[in-house]
């Protein structure tokens, strides 16, 4: 398996470099597979792994991304540093929702809305924050710096991308072997039995919830210094958690390759309804294919597309 995956990555690091055969709508598309891949992986680690059903990874996602533009922008502190203080910030709300959260008991659905209510009040508040832009938006000038993760060439948003969806998944894939990853699976598949043989339970989801919402800060740089602008009802609204948790739910949560199948798999479906249903009037109705696509996986692999298909390999 580690040799299939080394080839894989070096094929993937390949490709650009035949523009022939891969040109720059192939760049884009599988720069978003691999951004996407990369946040379903962050949020894999308390959503996949610990079983605590996050619907709220926008708000990490948007706090790191207006984190280090601000920085950027108003400071001139480079991209570079300022995604780590963007990944910081989000960890602190992620330990904030995962205290009251954990402390308190909530567990299924009702974590899901405490989780959604916090992506809420920060789309909010955001929205109501002149010195952020507010509701118009928070606008990147176009230097082509890289120092300032500004590039002329889209091929080096590609490999950044590519590099951090190979760096969380060898994090999930180092945290799976160890004792950590292994209370998580267990808390996941029984609690109150992980309690009972004295596991803690709350410092387990705690560490994967700030892990989790770090790595996804960490992501908002990205985010940020690819589309160059950032609307509070994009960054932090409910259909871009969809966008986060889907991958993971579709490719395989709790497993180290499931959210990168499912990125792979969501990712070009995303932008061919997005293109299909733009043309048609219908915008935000490539959410509806999500939902038929969800409703197919539960119904006929539940447990998703990657472990049916490594069945079927290993057979």
Same mark, same amino acid.
């Given at each position: 398996?580690r040799?299939?995956?080394?080839?894989a990555?070096a094929?993937?690091? *390949?490709?650009?470099?035949?523009?022939?055969?891969f040109?720059?709508?192939?760049?884009?598309?599988?720069?978003?597979?691999?951004?996407?891949g990369?946040?379903?992986?962050?949020w894999n680690?308390?959503g996949?792994? *610990?079983?605590?059903?996050? /619907?709220?990874?926008?708000?990490f996602l948007?706090?790191?991304?207006?984190?280090?533009?601000?920085?950027?922008? !108003?400071?001139?502190?480079t991209p570079?540093?300022?995604?780590f /203080?963007g990944?910081?910030?989000?960890?602190?709300?992620?330990?904030?929702?995962?205290?009251?959260?954990?402390?308190?008991?909530?567990?299924?659905f009702?974590?899901?809305?405490?989780?959604?209510?916090f992506?809420?009040?920060?789309?909010?508040?955001a929205?109501?924050?002149?010195?952020?832009?507010?509701?118009?938006?928070?606008?990147?000038? &176009?230097?082509?710096?890289?120092?300032?993760?500004?590039?002329?060439?889209?091929r080096?948003?590609y490999?950044i991308?590519? *590099?951090l969806?190979?760096?969380?998944?060898?994090?999930?894939?180092?945290?799976e072997?160890?004792r950590?990853?292994?209370?998580?699976?267990a808390?996941?598949?029984? !609690?109150?039995?992980? !309690?009972?043989?004295?596991?803690?339970?709350?410092?387990?989801?705690m560490?994967?919830m700030?892990?989790?919402?770090?790595?996804?800060?960490?992501?908002?740089?990205?985010?940020?210094?690819?589309?160059?602008?950032?609307?509070?009802?994009?960054v932090?609204?409910i259909?871009?958690?969809?966008?986060?948790?889907?991958r993971?739910?579709?490719?395989?949560?709790?497993?180290? &390759?499931?959210?990168?199948?499912?990125?792979f798999i969501?990712s070009?479906?995303?932008e061919?309804?997005?293109?299909?249903?733009?043309?048609?009037?219908?915008?935000?109705a490539?959410?509806? *294919?999500?939902?038929?696509?969800?409703?197919?996986?539960?119904l006929?692999?539940? !447990?998703g /597309?990657?472990?049916?298909?490594?069945?079927?390999?290993?057979?």
């Amino acid at each position: 398996m580690r040799l299939i995956v080394v080839a894989a990555v070096a094929l993937l690091a *390949a490709l650009p470099l035949v523009p022939s055969v891969f040109g720059s709508y192939a760049v884009t598309l599988f720069t978003l597979i691999f951004f996407y891949g990369f946040l379903g992986q962050a949020w894999n680690v308390v959503g996949g792994y *610990a079983g605590q059903l996050s /619907a709220g990874h926008a708000a990490f996602l948007g706090i790191g991304a207006y984190t280090s533009a601000v920085l950027s922008v !108003e400071r001139g502190i480079t991209p570079w540093l300022g995604m780590f /203080a963007g990944g910081a910030l989000a960890s602190v709300l992620g330990a904030l929702i995962g205290f009251l959260g954990f402390r308190f008991g909530l567990r299924g659905f009702y974590f899901v809305l405490l989780t959604v209510a916090f992506a809420e009040i920060c789309r909010i508040i955001a929205s109501n924050t002149d010195a952020i832009g507010g509701a118009v938006g928070y606008y990147i000038t &176009f230097t082509g710096d890289p120092r300032q993760f500004q590039f002329q060439d889209a091929r080096a948003y590609y490999y950044i991308a590519l *590099a951090l969806m190979v760096a969380v998944t060898a994090i999930v894939a180092s945290l799976e072997r160890q004792r950590f990853g292994l209370y998580l699976s267990a808390i996941r598949e029984d !609690e109150g039995a992980c !309690e009972a043989l004295g596991v803690n339970t709350f410092r387990y989801k705690m560490l994967a919830m700030v892990l989790s919402s770090f790595l996804t800060g960490v992501g908002g740089a990205f985010y940020a210094f690819y589309l160059f602008s950032l609307q509070p009802a994009s960054v932090f609204g409910i259909p871009q958690s969809v966008e986060i948790i889907i991958r993971a739910v579709v490719g395989g949560a709790g497993t180290v &390759f499931g959210p990168i199948l499912g990125s792979f798999i969501l990712s070009p479906l995303a932008e061919v309804a997005r293109h299909y249903f733009a043309q048609s009037g219908w915008h935000g109705a490539h959410l509806i *294919a999500y939902g038929i696509l969800l409703i197919a996986v539960v119904l006929f692999l539940p !447990e998703g /597309a990657y472990p049916r298909l490594a069945r079927l390999f290993r057979r």
